[in-house]
């Protein structure tokens, strides 16, 4: 029988834990299935868990003001979603939804930073991961916000640009 610990040691994310801190972890976590279009979590809302995508398909967005939902990028089997929960105030920094059905670990946020306080080894080998997950991300989103403004300007307010033809 496969356990959520052998899981969460197949994670790539959490790759080179050692049992004990495994053990720690998979004690605030559970299988978790995500259906088809279904909305995970929206921009600005309560971050109180995180996810470890196994198998499926996860759209980030932002909320761009004129535009609704931008996305941002595309997560897929072994990315982690979920980061604002390791950061006051713990609200949502993207909106997310499952593209297609996907078969995920969720961990409850209040018992990871418990754990993080208790072990401040395994506490700061998280946060670091995370970071490295905070800094791809918004890396990500500048890089979508330059393209929608690239092709803003192509377009202008009248429509898509047509070049002038050469006689």
């Known amino acids: ?12 994310f ?20 995500l259906h088809a279009e279904r909305r995970i979590f929206e921009e600005g809302g309560r971050a109180d868990r995180f996810w470890l995508i196994r198998s499926g ?14 996305p941002v990028e595309t997560l897929g089997p072994g990315s982690v979603l979920g980061w604002s929960w390791m950061f006051p105030p713990y609200r949502w920094h993207f909106g997310a939804t499952a593209v297609e059905p996907a078969l995920t670990v969720e961990l409850k946020a209040a018992g990871v930073r418990r754990i993080c306080t208790e072990d401040p080894v395994l506490g700061l080998d998280l ?18 916000l330059v393209d929608l403004h690239v ?12 070049a002038a033809s050469r006689p």
């Open 14 to 33: 959490l790759a080179g834990l050692n049992e004990r801190q495994l053990d720690r972890l998979s004690a605030w976590a559970h299988r978790a299935p």
């Open 127 to 144: 946060t670091r991961r995370f970071m490295a997950v905070v800094v791809d991300r918004l890396q990500n989103t500048r890089l979508r």
């Open 57 to 70: 398909l996860v759209e980030l967005h932002a909320v761009v003001p004129g535009r609704g939902r931008v």
């Open 1 to 12: 029988m496969i356990t959520v610990q052998n899981l969460l040691a197949e994670h790539p």
């Open 151 to 162: 092709a803003e300007k192509a377009d202008g307010p009248c429509g898509p640009r047509v």
